[in-house]
C-alpha cells in the first residue's frame, strides 16, 4: 500500500464524532490548535471560557495528549469539544504516538483540514508554531477571507527557529498566511517581518494571561530563606547545565543553603550533574521532580534566589512567579525578562553562555542582604502593574474582536 494510500485508509478511520454535529448552530466559534498537556495553553483556554466571547471553542491537539484538563472547565459556559478518539489517557496517548510514528504529523494536517471544513471556526488559534502552526502548511488553501488565523510565539519560535536554515522556509509561510502574530517579546516583530510578515502584531501577550493573586508582601524577609531554586530544563532551549556549572565553580560556598531543581524529570543530565555536585561539595540537593503548581510556589517561598537560564525565552512563567513570592531572580538575557529586571537592581539579567556572569549573579544574590529584600517590594510593584490578570484579559478581548 502506498503511503498516500496509508494516509487516507487512517483518515477515513477517523471517528465520526469529530464531526461534532455544528454545521447548522450559530454563534462565535474559535478553533485552537495548542499542546493539551501544558499548563500555559489549559491557562489560556480556561480564562477565555470564562469571558465567554466565544459560543463554541473546538481544540485539536499539537501533542500527544492525555486529556490532562478535561474535567477542569466550568459548566453551562462557553461549549468545549475536543479533538480525540478515546476518554483512556492512555490510550489516547498511545493512538496518537503510533500515527505519528507511523506518518509523521501529515495525518494531523488532514484531520485538521476535516476539522476545520467541519466546524467552519470564524477564528483559527495556533498556540505555538513548531508543533502547532507548521501543521496547517499542508492545508493553508483551506484559508478563507472570512476566517481569522492568529499565531501566538511561544518563546523560541521566531527567536531561536527563525535562525536555523531548516526552520526558516516554514516559519515564512506560516507568517504568509498568519493575520495576527502575537508574541510575549516586542522584538519579534522586526524578526518575523524578515521572514515575510505583514500582519497585525500584538505584544506583549503572555500566554498564561496574567494572576489573578498578586501575593508579593505576604512572605517571610527573602534575606532569611536559605533556597536556592534553579530550573532544570536541559533541552533545546533550556541551559540548566550551565546553571550546575555555576554552582560547582561557587562549591562549598553554598554549603548553607538548599538548592532545589525543578522541570528536570526529562533531564537525565540534571539529575546526574546534581548528584556529582552534590558528592563532590557535600551539598543539599533536591531533585523536585513532577509536581503541583501550588507545590511549587511553596518552594518559591523557602528560596532567596531563581535562576532560570535559555538561549531562548519569551516571558519565563516561572521567573514570574518566583517574583510574586518574593524570590530574587536571575534571568537570561534572551527573554523578556528585561520588561520585569532592571538588572542589578531588582534582579540580573545574564548571558546564558557566560558562566562567571552567571556566577557573580547567584554569589552576590545570595550575600547582600538589603539588595534581595528592596528587590522583593519592587517587584511586588512590577507583577502588579505587568502581569495582572485584568489587563492580560483585556489584551485577550481585543485580540479576538
Known amino acids: 500500500m502506498k503511503y498516500k494510500q496509508l494516509l487516507i485508509k487512517i483518515y477515513s478511520l477517523i471517528p465520526s464524532i469529530y464531526q461534532i454535529n455544528l454545521l447548522n448552530r450559530t454563534g462565535r466559534q474559535i478553533l485552537i490548535v495548542g499542546m493539551f498537556d501544558s499548563p500555559h495553553f489549559e491557562k489560556w483556554v480556561n480564562e477565555l471560557q470564562k469571558q465567554k466571547i466565544f459560543d463554541r471553542i473546538f ?59 467541519v466546524f467552519k471556526p470564524e477564528i483559527i488559534h495556533f498556540h505555538e ?6 501543521l496547517f502548511i499542508p492545508i493553508s488553501n483551506l484559508k478563507s477571507h472570512n476566517c481569522k488565523i492568529i499565531s501566538s510565539t ?8 527563525g535562525q536555523i536554515k531548516s526552520h526558516q522556509e516554514r516559519l515564512s509561510e506560516v507568517l504568509v498566511w498568519t493575520d495576527v502574530l502575537t508574541s510575549e517579546r516586542e522584538e519579534d516583530l522586526e524578526l518575523a517581518t524578515k521572514l515575510g510578515f505583514i500582519g497585525d502584531f500584538l505584544a506583549p501577550v503572555y500566554i498564561t494571561v496574567g494572576s489573578e493573586k ?76 513532577k509536581i503541583d503548581n501550588s507545590d511549587l510556589m511553596e518552594y518559591f517561598k523557602r528560596s532567596r534566589t531563581y535562576v532560570g537560564v535559555s538561549i531562548s525565552d519569551g516571558l519565563s512563567t516561572s521567573m514570574v512567579e518566583a517574583m510574586i513570592q ?76
Open 214 to 289: 498578586i501575593e508579593c508582601g505576604s512572605y517571610d524577609s527573602p534575606s532569611s530563606r536559605d533556597g536556592v531554586i534553579i530550573k532544570g530544563y536541559q533541552d533545546i532551549p533550556g541551559r540548566a547545565l550551565n546553571i550546575l556549572r555555576a554552582l560547582d565553580v561557587l562549591g562549598g560556598y553554598l554549603s548553607n543553603f538548599k538548592i532545589y531543581i525543578f522541570s528536570a524529570d526529562k533531564s537525565p543530565a540534571v539529575k546526574i550533574q546534581a548528584e556529582l555536585l552534590s558528592t563532590k561539595h557535600n551539598l543539599s540537593i533536591e531533585i523536585l521532580g
Open 59 to 117: 481544540l485539536f491537539p499539537s501533542d500527544s495528549p492525555k486529556n490532562k484538563f478535561s474535567n477542569n472547565y466550568l459548566k453551562n459556559q462557553t461549549t468545549i469539544k475536543r479533538f480525540h478518539f478515546k476518554v483512556g489517557k492512555l490510550s489516547n496517548w498511545a493512538i496518537f504516538k503510533t500515527l505519528d510514528l507511523l506518518c509523521g504529523t501529515k495525518w494531523r494536517s488532514l484531520s485538521l483540514a476535516r476539522s476545520i471544513r
Open 326 to 401: 518574593g524570590t530574587f531572580p536571575i534571568q537570561s538575557v534572551n527573554s523578556a525578562a528585561h520588561r520585569f529586571i532592571n538588572n542589578g537592581i531588582n534582579g540580573f539579567i545574564v548571558d546564558p553562555w557566560d558562566i562567571n556572569s552567571i556566577v557573580d549573579a547567584i554569589k552576590l544574590s545570595l550575600s547582600d542582604d538589603l539588595l534581595v529584600d528592596n528587590a522583593a517590594k519592587i517587584n511586588k510593584d512590577i507583577i502588579s502593574k505587568n502581569y495582572n490578570l485584568q489587563t492580560g484579559l483585556e489584551k485577550m478581548r481585543k485580540l479576538y474582536s
Open 129 to 134: 508554531l513548531q508543533h502547532g502552526a507548521y
Open 154 to 161: 511561544w518563546g523560541s519560535d521566531i527567536l531561536l527557529y
